[in-house]
């Protein structure tokens, strides 16, 4: 029988608790379930009035991976949804936005990776977020993407932009900052501008063209998230990796001392205590006051 939780209010329907989802470390299906309930009051805002894709991966990151970007079969209609365009030859489609505690229990029984896009349902012609991933091409690491994030910091910050990292749950760094009165296309001209002006400041360090010929040692420096269509690992997800690894919110000093590829890997168990040290570190976002125009 199919255990059913009580969340506000709303009756939950969960599946396979004990069912291991991370061999490596033995993570079950209901310790992810305990992650994502607990962790809610950061991951929340940060999904609110966002419509979201999910990376599902049901069996663990062994298993099959599929992203789900229209509302599932079987939703709740408690569930809020909302009609977003994906593009002018696709029209629209029906997606998932997760306001509340219940839905994000309920979306979490899917085990999914929760992924973003860069604007809000109700304004999707105005960038309020802006995002470059950096990815590091092998023998490249995370402390390569440190060196490149510490440069983007500098030049945002000549045109009044403040940017916060994370890490991307995997092996390399998310930059966001807040931002307002562009559209997505600007904001990717933007974005894209950066990435050509750092390979310009670091050409034997950064990328900005995705060609994998290009990127063995190098950091890439993906402006693309940016466009109106395209999503992004969400703060405070986990992702579909070996072990429960999460998308974690991470201090400019934790970034500047980073000397190893393990020095910002964090896994579901860290996220509580790194919530009661430093808070969310990526509230700043959530604060329209600090939002900044694009030069």
Known sequence: MTPITEVEGRRVSLSNLEKVLYPETGFTKGELLHYYATT??????????????FLRYPDGPDGQQFFTKNVPPGTPDWVTTAEVLRSSSEGPARMVVVQDLPSLVWAANLVTEFHTHQWLVQSPDEADRLVFDLDPGAPATVVQCCEVALWLRERLAVDGIE????????????????????????????AKALAVEAERA???????????????????????????????????????RAAPLVSA????????????????????????????????????????GRAAPLP
């Not at 009051?41 to 979201?52: N, Q």
């Not at 670091?202 to 994998?212: D, Y």
């Open 249 to 288: 919110p991470v201090t400019w000093e934790e970034v500047e001392e980073c000397d190893g590829p393990g020095r910002l890997e964090f896994l579901a168990d860290d996220m509580a205590p790194r919530l009661q040290d430093h808070g969310d570190l990526l509230a700043p976002l959530l604060d329209p």
């Open 202 to 240: 670091m050409p034997r360090l950064v990328v900005h063209r995705m060609t994998k010929s290009l990127r063995p040692g190098k950091v890439f420096v993906d402006w693309s998230q940016n466009a109106a269509r395209k999503t992004t690992a969400t703060p405070y997800t986990l992702r579909a």
């Open 163 to 190: 940017a916060y990292p994370k890490t991307a749950g995997s092996k390399g760094l998310h930059l966001l900052a807040a931002v307002r009165g562009s559209s997505p296309d600007r904001t990717s001209e933007y």
């Open 40 to 53: 809610a009051g950061a991951l929340l805002p940060h999904l609110r009035d966002r419509a979201v894709s």
